[in-house]
């Protein structure tokens, strides 16, 4: 179906058009409409319009107010101080909108015309190594950013750029070659817990011999030439360790509610074969130079504390590739072969730096340009309750794999707290403490500012209570709950039926959902879709205070008209929790 414009959208129109009407020498002038505690929306523009006309605004609103033919829309204008527009939406017209947008499967969301293709780069673990907090930013964020991009109807590639490259392979690989059982299992229905287990048990063996054993040292570091130079032995064995790490890291992102496929995991090793042209390209252009035998960029804004330049390394003195040269050949892969329009990096702010260097060197040498744009998402850091960076009572960098089974075990309590009252079965508390601790967990990050630090609180993250979102899935499994106690009575809207001014207020909240989306897919920032959410869910509280929904006391097109009013909600809650990549149960 066609989108639903918003009632927003409309009303600008029919402000601009009797702006245009009534002060034809105004031009296209831009009413400034936004939401108002005074009325439904209040336009601003007269005022500064007055001051280029030279004229008395207040005069000149009550003229743009002659100009509006008689309409459905717009129950009442009036003129207030200095010449703002205070602007009441008719009951009627709030009803038919949200009406058109319970017809469409994308409740009126527009989806793009003419789509682009924008490269998404997140989730990067490292092979051979566990994933910890600091892995969850960039997975859960990455996620929710493509899964609102693909809504709002972009093409998105999906890149999960792993270390799978590096000095330390020679000495793992090597191990393995002399310690050939290291990573035998023992049934071929591996899981995710014993593939990391073995990779644990090796790399520490391996580490210790490495700074244990001179031999085994040097033997080590003649593997990583094999490696880089393409030895079959030696890249069947790297590939046993990508495999292992793989089994791992698809087991984590299954208990993350994510799905990851074998084609978008494109680690540092997908970019070798371009590393040596990459380099070429930017000395014979001159964007790079020979400076103590490394190939380097340099920046006039860029200095250590000494005050010198710091330039970007693309390419050792030694004749090894820095994290640049992956991270350039990526930007020619993506843009060159995969035609990308944008290429969004999910990565730590920490990394600022060396992004804002890459891309940099990148305009400099033609690969992005004024229509091929990269941005770096920058998320800030995962906080204990303290204040300072998660670690464990040890000190050391907590598991990502504890905290989310902690997560799921702490939801599942309160879930089994409530269970009684609805009759869920064993199996459904299991699966709703599931959905509602990975939830919880996910909905805290997304909920925060990416840039931002946030405290990681499960006792906070899994209350019923306050921007959760525990709180956001109870408010959907009520509605389910109304729903399925309605009997007969089926949602329907009823346009001639006044509102009150709690069922005005959820309305007028729930035509705002296209808009939030396209300003979120526009602006990377998923946090604004959940403070809707909550915001949407609040509405639907204060609406469950002021208006009983089933009740003999209602008339049926009342009852029909409420039932349409929180099914609609429902189906927002679930769409726009859906693209956070969190699940609202049927039933809690």
């Known amino acids: 179906m066609a989108s639903v414009p918003s009632l927003a959208s409309t009303v600008q129109q029919r402000l601009a058009d009797a702006l245009s009407a009534a002060l034809p020498e105004a031009g296209s002038a831009d009413p400034l409409l936004r939401r108002s505690d005074r009325a439904d929306f209040q336009a601003n523009g007269i005022l500064a319009l007055a001051k280029r006309l030279k004229g008395n605004p207040r005069e000149l609103a009550g003229q743009v107010v002659d100009a509006i033919p008689a309409n459905d829309l717009i129950g009442d204008i009036e003129v207030s101080g200095p010449g703002f527009l205070n602007i009441t939406i008719t009951d009627e017209a709030i009803t038919r909108t ?5 017809a469409d499967e994308r409740l009126g969301v527009p989806s793009k015309d003419r789509p682009g293709t924008t490269v998404v780069d997140y989730a990067q673990p490292n092979v051979a190594k566990e994933m910890h907090v600091g892995h969850l930013r960039s997975a859960v964020i990455g996620d929710a950013v493509v899964k609102i991009l693909e809504f709002a109807g972009e093409k998105v590639v999906r890149r999960h750029h792993i270390g799978d490259w590096g000095t330390q392979f020679g000495m793992l690989i090597q191990y393995l070659i002399e310690h050939p059982h290291e990573l035998d299992h023992k049934d071929a229905d591996v899981s995710g817990e014993e593939a990391m287990s073995n990779l644990n048990r090796l790399y520490k063996a391996a580490r210790a011999l490495f700074d244990s054993d001179e031999e085994f040292k040097a033997r080590s570091r003649d593997r990583v030439v094999a490696l880089q130079s393409g030895d079959e032995e030696t890249l069947a064995l790297w590939q046993r360790f990508v495999d292992e790490s793989k089994i791992y890291f698809y087991s ?27 380099c070429r390209l930017l000395e014979e252009s001159g964007v790079a130079v020979r400076s103590e035998g490394a190939l380097c960029v340099f920046f006039d ?75 770096q998402l920058a998320f800030g850091t995962v906080l204990g309750k303290d204040g300072k960076p998660f670690k464990t009572r040890e000190g050391e960098t907590v598991r990502l ?16 707290e409530k269970a009684g009252k609805v009759g869920l079965s064993e199996q459904e508390i299991v699966e709703n403490g599931r959905y509602v601790g990975i939830g919880a967990v996910k909905y805290a990050d997304l909920s925060t500012s990416a840039s931002r630090d ?39 809207a009823h346009p001639e039926l006044p509102l009150a001014p709690a069922e005005r207020a959820l309305g007028l909240h729930l035509d705002q959902f296209g808009e939030v989306l396209a300003e979120v897919a526009s602006s990377y920032e998923p946090h604004k879709l959940a403070a809707y959410l909550y915001q949407l869910a609040s509405h639907l509280t204060t609406f469950y205070d002021q208006c009983q929904v089933i009740s003999d006391d209602n008339a049926p097109e009342v009852v029909e008209n409420r039932l349409f009013l929180v099914d609609l909600t429902a189906r927002t809650l679930h769409r726009g929790m859906a693209l956070l990549g969190i699940r609202t149960p049927e039933r809690l």
């Open 98 to 102: 949200l009406a058109a947008r319970a």
């Open 401 to 416: 794999v504890d905290l989310l089974d902690e997560a799921i075990d702490r939801a599942t309590a309160v879930v089994r």
């Open 252 to 278: 984590v992102f299954d208990k993350l509610d994510m799905e990851i496929a074998d084609p978008d995991v494109v680690g540092e090793s997908g970019y070798n074969d371009m590393l040596d042209e990459t």
């Open 454 to 492: 946030y405290k990681f609180d499960l006792d906070q993250m899994v209350s019923l209570n306050g921007d959760t979102s525990v709180y956001l899935q109870y408010a959907y499994a009520r509605i389910q709950s109304i729903l399925r106690k309605a009997g007969d009575a089926k949602p329907a």
């Open 301 to 375: 804004d860029v200095k250590g504390p000494d005050g010198n330049p710091v330039p970007l390394i693309v390419k050792k003195s030694n004749g090894g590739y820095g994290y640049a040269a992956t991270d350039l050949s990526a930007i020619r892969d993506r843009v060159q072969k995969l035609g990308a329009d944008s290429l969004v990096y999910v990565v730590d702010a920490r990394q600022s730096l060396h992004f804002k260097m890459v891309f940099e060197t990148a305009r400099r040498a033609g690969w992005l340009n004024d229509r091929v744009h990269a941005y």
